[in-house]
């Protein structure tokens, strides 16, 4: 097959569901290849799935993520260009500073607890909504509870609010997919954003009234006391973000990982009280299962990339999920292998943009797994998983199981 009957089949309903195969056939072609004209990416000149280029380019602080024309004009777009996620040097690196400062060694240890308490209440309710042979939603009752109660915790957001939250951050993720770019998918997005930001500045108000020991409360703090750049729009759009990156890819995570972890009985069966194989796991779960398929960036000038013209301005696409499948980096890259040597992931992006709640989805995966199948050693997946559909935020949304009593 040639790029364009790869990308066809990837856009497709097919790719969608199971974009793996799609992957190893842009590998036949080599780690970067041009991509013909076509809507879906009219902005793309280039797609990457090689491993080496893929880290090369993110790695690289000239490669920039450019800005969509006319962003001024959408609330979502400009809720993005102001967070540290979406912008370059020297505002990325503004930005990151003050929000490096939270996720500190200390702060994640105080999180173990945290994570600790929301598993075990979860896994409680499971137990009760599956006696008796009844089926669960594992995402429903386990894989979205758990990253967003931390995180919620963490971040210091009321538990009442968060099924209201959900539903602007799905309206967000739609509109963030390769295909998500529809006037109706942009005007719910720019909804959401803006009910977003009033909500953030309601919230930001009442912690300058009544701080607490959360993450908004300290960085309110330092915004009032003139110790970090940072604006409140910025700090605004920055809680957005790190919200929405943090837990929707944990979700994603757990989802994702379970169907994988339950074909291998062997590696299940030990994972309880087994902390160095509960990591390999979760390693290999983000790697094989990546939450976050593509990233774009923009070149900084004319160059040639992997043989490849580029033109200064002009985006190549890097598709994570098919580098972290790369054979020539990952023998038998299909193969799931928690105790697998080779280079590490690039799930959580590496470089500037580096995702800074990785460890915290790492932290999550490893203490929740390993008491997950302690408390159901007969967990099985009762029907057919059923996927987002999205080439962005890939991960299962509905995923029914039985306890096994």
Request: with cysteine; proline share 8%; aromatic share 8%.
């Amino acid at each position: 097959m040639d790029v364009d009957e790869i990308l066809t089949g990837l856009y497709s309903e097919q790719g969608r569901q199971h974009p793996y195969p799609w992957y190893a056939a842009l590998h036949e072609h080599g780690p970067i290849s041009s991509v013909p004209t076509r809507a879906e990416h009219s902005t793309i000149t280039a797609v990457a799935a090689g491993y080496d280029l893929v880290d090369q380019v993110l790695r690289d602080p000239e490669w920039y993520k450019g800005a969509p024309p006319g962003w001024q004009d959408q609330e979502i777009l400009r809720t993005f260009l102001s967070s540290m996620m979406f912008t370059d040097p020297p505002d990325h690196t503004r930005m990151r500073a003050v929000f490096a400062k939270t996720f500190t060694p200390r702060r994640l240890g105080a999180l173990e607890p945290v994570i600790l308490r929301v598993v075990d209440t979860m896994l409680d309710r499971i137990a009760e909504a599956g006696a008796g042979g009844s089926e669960v939603d594992f995402v429903a009752d386990f894989a979205y509870p758990v990253p967003a109660l931390v995180m919620a915790e963490f971040i210091g957001l009321p538990e009442a609010d968060l099924p209201w939250y959900r539903q602007r951050v799905d309206w967000i993720d739609e509109y963030m997919d390769v295909a998500g770019k529809t006037p109706d998918r942009l005007a719910r997005a720019n909804q959401a954003a803006e009910e977003l930001r009033g909500y953030y500045r309601e919230l930001i108000a009442h912690r300058r009234r009544q701080p607490g020991q959360d993450l908004i409360s300290g960085l309110v703090e330092a915004l009032d006391s003139g110790d970090v750049q940072l604006t409140e729009e910025e700090l605004i759009s920055n809680l957005i973000v790190l919200f929405n990156a943090s837990f929707v890819t944990t979700v994603y995570m757990f989802s994702n990982g379970l169907p994988l972890l339950l074909a291998h009985p062997d590696v299940v069966a030990a994972l309880p009280g087994e902390d160095d194989l509960a990591r390999g796991c979760v390693d290999e779960v983000l790697r094989m299962e990546s939450p976050v398929h593509f990233l774009a960036r923009s070149a900084p000038r004319d160059t040639v990339l992997g043989g490849v013209s580029v033109r200064q301005g002009e985006n190549v696409l890097l598709i994570i999920a098919a580098a972290n499948r790369d054979p020539a980096r990952f023998p038998e890259p299909d193969r799931f292998d928690p105790q697998r040597n080779g280079p590490p992931s690039l799930a959580f992006g590496v470089g500037l943009h580096f995702c800074l709640g990785s460890a915290v989805s790492r932290l999550e995966g490893r203490l929740a797994l390993p008491r997950l199948f302690a408390r159901f050693p007969r967990l099985t997946v009762t029907r057919t998983p059923a996927y987002s559909g999205s080439l962005f935020l890939r991960g299962i949304d509905k995923l029914f199981v039985s306890t096994g009593g």
